[in-house]
């Protein structure tokens, strides 16, 4: 059965960037199911063979290797453009009947069943309006066809606005309809964690407080904030990246084998480990975290005068319970980094006694690294001997990298996969209510902590190193370090 994809925000950067090079590549593949409409709309003027011929040139650049231009002509042929403003109710009248006109069985007979997905590409202040209208307008009933919504992030700007944006969705859709993106659970590497943590059995004994000493997670990014201060002054890190894709990273390592691999339990396990997570209360704000800026943020375009917006954060959160109780999760992000990483690494317990006299320094303990970008893969750090010596030891790696293993083809991009999945209605790789919910809960008293007048510190780093030494020296005195080492494999 075909169905459709209706794109708000058509004339957006995400659609021609990102929504439709992968909805494209999807169909190069033979994926997405035949016939499948891909609807544009935006309040821009444009005919269908204007927009298409606008996305022919971005998709040759954003989706290079898998263009070509006799598989666009037949991609094209179900791209359609209707122009429609999300603040206008009559609109959305004339986006269901453009919507019925287009949708024909192969007699050409109004289809029967086919669904819908309706990708919000908007600004986040327009979701509340355009879900309210789509309800009005009878779009949201699935009585002839699924009816879906994908929403971007950000989902709300803290706990209060998320709950009142849930309320709204849910009086025009139902959970189970309901798509909130976050993109990095759409990463390969992501999901293998999945793979390594559950198809595997030797990683399992060890993956808890009895061998874990902590872990860190780590989003690094070498870009600064370019031209989106007027967004980024507001949110910060820990709006930006913390509440969403850090979390989702934590949740996914911390998380119980669920029952099967079903959406419903995949995402009961991810936030039973978000009502683990300890609470920050008084001196934890000072103590567990630290704050930071890059030297130079204040001189960016739009930045306001003596902004005190954070770049950097770490923060130090538990989860307590039976199987991480006392383990630190050591979360950091920050834009203007030393290069691209995202990474998780689990290092183990140092071992508890050590045998050979000719050590100069104990082992610093096993590692396993988990490189989520830029090169996927994971290595293992394990102790050998250093060849012609005494019993003294060394680091060594075993690497395993996702791209050796992809036949060379390029890894998907997360879009494609997260497409998919809302057309197959597997809502997996999806955040929940609740779980948003409870992910602003953790990170809205830091926030506020941060604002008060007894915030700690806030660093300023240089670009192009690992954030505020104060990091480093924070991890010093809880006797670790940061894995500061990227990229681990390329
Ligand atoms: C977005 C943030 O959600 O993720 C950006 O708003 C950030 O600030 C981006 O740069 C990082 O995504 P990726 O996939 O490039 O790691």
Not at 67 to 75: L, T, V
Request: overall charge negative; proline content about 4%; charged content about 25%.
């Amino acid at each position: 059965m075909a169905d459709s994809i209706v794109i708000f925000g058509a004339s957006g950067d995400l659609t021609s960037r990102k929504l439709i090079p992968a909805l494209f590549q999807l169909f190069v593949k033979g994926r997405l199911p035949e016939g499948s409409r891909i609807i544009g709309v935006s309040r821009s003027a444009f005919e269908h063979e204007q927009w298409r011929d606008s996305l022919r040139e971005t998709t040759a650049q954003y989706a290079a290797d898998a263009f070509d231009n006799e598989k666009w002509a037949a991609f094209s042929e179900n791209v359609f453009y209707q122009r429609g403003d999300i603040t206008i109710p009559d609109d959305f009248i004339s986006l269901g009947k453009f919507l019925d006109s287009i949708e024909l069985d192969e007699s050409g007979s109004p289809c029967a069943e086919c669904g819908r997905v309706y990708y919000l590409s908007t600004m986040p202040q327009l979701y509340e309006t355009a879900i309210q209208n789509l309800g009005d307008a009878g779009l949201s009933n699935d009585s002839n066809g699924f009816r879906r919504v994908i929403i971007e992030k950000p989902f709300g700007t803290d706990l209060t606005t998320a709950q009142a944006l849930n309320q709204s969705i849910h009086s025009s859709f139902r959970e189970d309809q309901i798509y909130r993106i976050d993109h990095y659970l759409g990463k390969e590497t992501v999901q293998n964690i999945f793979a390594l943590r559950f198809a595997n059995s030797i990683f399992e004994p060890v993956w808890n407080r009895n061998y874990v000493d902590h872990v860190q997670i780590t989003v690094a990014e070498e870009v600064v904030i370019g031209r989106r201060a007027g967004y980024y002054d507001t949110s910060g890190i820990l709006r930006d990246m913390f509440q969403n894709h850090l979390l989702q990273l934590m949740m996914i390592t911390a998380m119980e084998p669920p029952a099967s691999y079903d959406a419903a339990l995949v995402r009961d396990e991810k936030v039973k480990v978000l009502h683990g997570v300890r609470k920050m209360t008084g001196g934890d704000f000072a103590s567990d975290t630290v704050r930071g800026q890059y030297e130079g943020y204040l001189d960016e375009e739009g930045v306001p005068v003596g902004s005190s917006t954070e770049t950097f954060a770490t923060l130090k959160l538990y989860c307590d319970n039976w199987r991480w109780q006392g383990v630190p999760f050591y979360l950091r992000s920050g834009k203007g980094m030393s290069c691209r990483t995202t990474q998780i690494v689990i290092q183990f317990k140092q071992v508890p006694y050590i045998l050979f006299d000719d050590m100069p320094k104990a082992p610093i303990g096993n590692r396993l690294v988990i490189q989520v970008q830029p090169a996927e893969g994971i290595q293992m750090h394990f102790e050998t001997k250093v060849p012609d010596s005494e019993m003294r030891t060394r680091t060594s790696t075993l690497d395993f990298s996702f791209q050796g293993t992809s036949g060379g083809r390029s890894l998907p991009d997360a879009y494609q996969r997260l497409l998919l999945d809302a057309l197959n209605g597997d809502a997996s790789l999806f955040a929940r209510s609740d779980e948003v919910e409870l992910a602003w809960g953790i990170i809205d008293p830091i926030i506020a902590a941060w604002k008060s007048p007894a915030a700690p510190a806030l660093h300023q780093y240089q670009t192009g190193l690992w954030g505020p030494e104060e990091a480093s020296e924070w991890m010093q005195q809880q006797h670790r370090e940061w894995f500061d080492v990227c990229p681990v494999l390329r």
